[in-house]
């Protein structure tokens, strides 16, 4: 699968840190972790091969660069 940056819990790690978000291990498990309806805060999913929590890359990041787009597009011309 081409465009697939499949990364592991450590890696999700780093590449928040990359972009200013500081995530201690417990948090980022915590943002991991199925919820009373199965539903997690970030899209992790178990690999059926070796049974590791995986994140798209490109899916971690999303919703930090629609943000930084967001503000960028509210500041006003001067």
């Known amino acids: 699968m ?13 590449a928040l840190e990359a972009i200013g978000v500081v995530l201690s291990e417990k948090q980022l498990k915590r943002a991991a972790e ?22 798209n890359r490109n899916s971690l990041l999303k919703p930090y660069f629609k943000l ?5 597009n509210l ?3 001067s």
């Open 34 to 55: 199925p919820d009373a309806y199965g539903r997690r805060k970030l899209p992790f999913f178990v690999d059926p091969i070796d049974g590791r929590l995986k994140i």
């Open 2 to 14: 081409s465009g697939l940056d499949i990364i592991n819990l450590n890696e999700a790690r780093s």
């Open 75 to 77: 500041v006003r011309e």
């Open 68 to 72: 930084v787009a967001e503000a960028e």
